[in-house]
């Protein structure tokens, strides 16, 4: 375990040099990891372990995603089952179902929980807001975490391209006395470029402001605010859509990504960096107050059952699918695909 200094802060840190591959399949050696859930994650993490060397099955219901299993190489009932049998054959059970079907899979994952098998999960959701969920475990399994920070799709990409997604790690319960080696074999099993230490109640809470916002709510929300300010003001969509978006994701997060901020504001003019040291203060400043509302939101427990009401209902998917639809034929979006096009390596 490292300890690294994060800003001036210690904190527990895990890499692939302190616990190799090697290392991590001689701690799963005698398991068999049954990815539960075949949605985002569960092709991510699954195909990974496979690639790695792990005894990895899957289990899904029947369906499209279950045909995409199929497609992927899993093999009707020798590594693909339906989701009691593949609970039932499992010592570590990753319930990577959607948060919401978790509770409605959880009697029958629940029945094939008995003694020294592991209960993992990849989000603190069902464990932190059980008195929501009603996902309790028994107390004689393993109750472990790794949270990969970011979509499963980047996860196995960067894992093919010899990259590694960096992912949160915990354990609830320690049942075994092996629960740690478990948790860190797992997250290295799945590609996690390093673990770093966390609870599920920290996990579950970051987790949900972050995507509701600078990581998704919020950068749509700001994105659209500025392009319907410079379309209001007689600026075409594609000027509005390349100084908003283009811009950003090809020129100047490539740049905050390698060397951060302030080196992104070193390589643009000097009138641009004295306005955006100006103006980062108005904007952190309006927005505050906001993320202070969302994160209370998540902490009371009213995002989680938000998704639990919304996510459980049968037409949850079609739901979703109609809002995401919205997005996309938005002018902005529209644009988007316009200038995508016209991207020289895409010609
Ligand atoms: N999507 C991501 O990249 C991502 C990233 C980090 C953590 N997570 C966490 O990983 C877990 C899985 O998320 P996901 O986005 O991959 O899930 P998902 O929404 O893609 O769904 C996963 C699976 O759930 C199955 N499912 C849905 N309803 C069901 C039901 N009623 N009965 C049986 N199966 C049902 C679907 O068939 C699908 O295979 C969640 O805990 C999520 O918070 C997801
Ligand atoms: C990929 C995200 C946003 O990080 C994850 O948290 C999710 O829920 O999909
Ligand atoms: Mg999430
Ligand atoms: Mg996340």
């Keep these: 375990m490292a300890k690294m200094n994060f800003g001036g802060v210690i904190e527990n840190v895990e890499t692939r040099e302190e616990f190799p591959l090697e290392k991590a399949r001689e701690v799963l050696k005698d398991e068999t990891i049954a990815v539960i859930g075949y949605g985002v994650q569960g092709p991510g993490q699954s195909l990974n372990l496979r690639d790695n060397g792990f005894n990895v099955i899957v289990g899904q219901r029947p369906g499209k995603t279950y045909d995409k299993a199929v497609a992927d190489g899993w093999v009707?009932?020798?590594?693909?089952?339906?989701?009691?049998?593949?609970?039932?054959?499992?010592?570590?059970?990753?319930?990577?179902?959607?948060?919401?079907?978790?509770?409605?899979?959880?009697?029958?994952?629940?029945?094939?929980?008995?003694?020294?098998k592991a209960l993992y999960f990849s989000h603190g959701f069902a464990i932190t807001w059980n008195d929501r969920t009603g996902v309790v475990p028994p107390k004689d399994v393993d109750v472990i975490m790794v949270a990969p920070k970011g979509s499963g799709t980047s996860l196995r990409t960067m894992f093919l391209e010899g990259r590694g997604l960096n992912s949160s790690y915990a354990i609830y319960q320690d049942a075994t006395g092996k629960a740690w080696d478990r948790v860190i074999a797992m997250?290295?099993?799945?590609?996690?470029?390093?673990?770093?230490?966390?609870?599920?109640?920290?996990?579950?809470?970051?987790?949900?402001?972050?995507?509701?916002?600078?990581?998704?709510?919020?950068?749509?929300?700001?994105?659209?605010?500025?392009y319907e300010t410079l379309r209001e003001h007689g600026h075409t969509p594609s000027e509005a859509f390349n100084e908003t978006v283009e811009e950003l994701t090809q020129s100047l997060m490539p740049l905050f990504a390698a060397k951060g901020m302030d080196w992104m504001y070193a390589n643009c003019s000097t009138t641009a960096q004295r306005g955006a040291l100006d103006w980062m203060v108005p904007f952190h400043d309006a927005t505050k107050p906001v993320?202070?509302?969302?994160?209370?939101?998540?902490?009371?427990?009213?995002?989680?059952?938000?998704?639990?009401?919304?996510?459980?209902?049968?037409?949850?998917?079609?739901?979703?699918?109609?809002?995401?639809?919205?997005?996309?034929?938005?002018?902005?979006?529209?644009t988007g695909v316009v200038v995508r096009k016209l991207r020289p390596e895409n010609n």
């Design 291 to 334: 993320f202070e509302k969302l994160y209370k939101s998540v902490a009371d427990g009213l995002e989680a059952q938000r998704s639990i009401d919304s996510n459980s209902q049968p037409d949850y998917r079609e739901k979703l699918n109609e809002e995401l639809k919205a997005l996309r034929e938005s002018e902005m979006w529209q």
């Design 76 to 116: 009707p009932g020798e590594t693909l089952f339906g989701i009691e049998e593949a609970c039932e054959r499992a010592t570590i059970i990753a319930v990577l179902l959607s948060d919401a079907a978790q509770i409605a899979c959880w009697p029958t994952i629940e029945k094939h929980l008995t003694a020294g």
């Design 187 to 226: 997250g290295i099993g799945i590609g996690s470029g390093y673990l770093f230490e966390t609870t599920f109640q920290r996990e579950a809470t970051s987790d949900l402001t972050g995507e509701r916002g600078t990581l998704m709510g919020a950068i749509q929300g700001l994105l659209l605010a500025q």
